[in-house]
């Protein structure tokens, strides 16, 4: 079984933080990084995955500048096999120059799955994963919960509103993964000084083309303070019409 | 409830870190977030050390992980391993309190002082926590004075003969292997202090639960007594030799309390931070009042202070050139700032403040403990004061 997880250095949205001065991006001061939330679930998938098979590789893979090496140590710090930077000056944030980039690295390598988050937990775009996927030429199963590998299929369930789906596919395959498989695994810490003696490759990213730029970003509106309409039974009328008509609830 | 732990970090203290430090950090705190910080304040209530923890621990390398890899330890360097104990003393001293004396009161004798048997044999199951251990030196009427001690160990035919009684042990009740500090020779005779590793199902070997404590509660603190405790001529630890013995240990374990208690302070100071927010009184948040402020503060100030001391004396573990009179001086400083933060703490937080769903209260009376234990306070004021004048007032 051989797997690869593309990883994506996000900062930690729960710190505060602040937007540049462009208007285009965060502030980096004071910024917090590590995996995002969604690919640490993958990475845990890949390894499973691997557990259970007995014998193969978990790959990790990330697009971006030397600080990605980070990130990518402490995925083998919880057990990847090795990982390999696409090194570019920034993590662009068109998923399509991403995707390029992860697809002319993986598409010859002989991965049976190619597993990623369902989502950057900074961008949410849910982009790269179909992506890179249809730049591969093989199937895609977005935002899965469970998944058992056998015979050169994959079954994944994917959680609906109100309902599950189940669907099978043919590998290689591309596979972005929700929360339901497995809490990611602490590094240990024989883990953290194994990482440090593991391969790290870095090759130039092949990014392909960019068409998105982003315009601006804006902190969402302060929330209007709440007011008192009244007291008792006779602010109830009061209550019902600000209800249909201003929250629109009723 | 809060938002998780981040850490206080005014002086920008990670970029003095390594990015494997910082990643021993993380994990700490990851998992002291995820398993330790949702039930020890009914650990503490029901006064019982969380067991069930143990395993998880272990796995993830807590014990002994400044030892080599050579005996199934991380072969961290010791700023990590003082991370370590920063993270887990955020949680609980109790907690750092049972890591500590694995790692630095059993392992480090056992390598320090252990034959190469003696270390194959046992730091591979302390490092996996399948053994746990303790440090029996401190007796009823021997602490501050351990050189003192009247636990005697007489060489006879079949072994080694241990008579004696050890108190205020951490792990005593729970562990399965004792390091017993004894005499081998006449009782006021220092050099001949020798320790022992005593299984803990040796036939006159008992532990018993100290009751009725005020701190340290979620953590085992026992009373031994070794009534003519025979143990084979292969359980004296060959290297040790005199109380100097002992005390290179309380030298390890000190230095991981001085992370500690700046990891008990952290915890204090955010969680006053964060109430001092949202907390309303006299229609503005209490944060916004001088005094409160003022509190937070100088718990800020002592804490980054202590961090950087701390940092550097950690540098110099590393570099081989720390001395004992340095840890002396980092555990009474951080400890006692600690204990201050813990009351400015709970100070703060009012009437809630006594409450165990917040946690100053609870590092307040832990660190009186701590204040106490390896060292007093007092006696590392005497110790710098020895260190300075060359002249010794105890």
Sequence with gaps: MKVAVCIKRVPDMDLRFAIGSDGKALDPAGLKFDIADFDGYAVEAGLRLVEQAGAGEVVVVSVGPAAVQETLRKALGMGATRAIQLEAAAIPFDGMAVAAALAAELKDGGFDLVLFGRMATDSANQTVGPMTAHLMGVPCVTAISKLDVADGRGTAERQLEGAAETVTFPLPAVVTIDEGLGRPRLPSLKGIMAAKKKPLDVRPAQLGTASLTVDHIALPPDRPPGRIIGEGADAVPELIRLLQTEAKVL | ?394
Aim: glycine share 10%; hydrophobic share 40%; net charge negative.
């Design chain 2, 1 to 394: 409830m809060a938002n998780a732990f981040t850490g206080v970090d005014f002086y920008d203290m990670d970029s003095l870190l390594s990015e494997e430090e910082r990643a021993v950090r993380d994990t700490v705190r990851a998992w002291v977030e995820e398993h330790l910080m949702p039930v020890i304040g009914e650990a503490y209530i029901e006064g019982e050390f969380p067991k069930q923890l143990i395993p998880g621990m272990a796995e993830l390398g807590f014990f002994g992980a400044n030892l080599p890899e050579e005996y199934g330890c991380a072969g961290l360097n010791n700023v990590a391993y003082g991370l370590i104990m920063q993270e887990l003393e955020r949680g609980d001293s109790g907690i750092r309190s049972f890591a500590s004396v694995q790692g630095a009161l059993v392992m480090y004798p056992i390598y320090a002082f252990g034959s190469e048997e003696q270390k194959k044999h046992w730091l591979p199951r302390l490092a996996a926590g399948t053994d746990i251990g303790c440090f029996g030196l401190t007796e009823p009427d021997y602490g501050s004075n351990p050189g003192g001690m009247i636990t005697t160990a007489r060489e006879t035919k079949d072994g080694w003969l241990l008579n004696g009684a050890k108190m205020w042990i951490t792990n005593g009740s729970q562990a399965t292997v004792s390091i017993i500090w004894a005499k081998t020779g006449s009782v006021d005779d220092t050099k001949s202090i020798r320790g022992f590793i005593v299984p803990a199902d040796t036939k006159g070997y008992t532990a018993k639960d100290q009751k009725g404590k005020l701190s340290l509660r979620a953590s085992d603190t026992s009373e031994i007594v070794l009534q003519d405790c025979l143990v084979p001529r292969d359980a004296i630890l060959p290297k040790s030799g005199g109380i100097k013995s002992p005390l290179m240990c309380l030298t390890q374990a000190r230095y991981g309390i001085a992370w500690g208690g700046i990891g008990a302070a952290m915890a204090c100071y955010d969680e006053a931070l964060s109430y001092s927010r949202e907390r309303v009184m006299f229609g503005k948040p209490i944060g916004q009042t001088q005094l409160q402020q003022s509190r937070l503060a100088d718990m800020l100030t002592e804490i980054t202070k202590a961090q950087l001391l701390t940092l550097q004396l950690g540098r110099l573990k590393d570099a081989g050139t720390m001395i004992p009179d340095q840890v002396s001086l980092a555990k009474r400083n951080n400890i006692n700032m600690a204990c201050e933060a813990a009351r400015e703490a709970r100070r703060l937080l009012g009437a809630n403040g006594i409450l165990a769903e917040y946690h100053s209260m609870r590092h307040m009376a832990n660190l009186e403990s701590v204040y106490t234990y390896e060292g007093t306070h007092d006696m590392h004021t005497l110790i710098l004061g020895q260190a300075v004048t060359g002249l010794s007032a105890f």
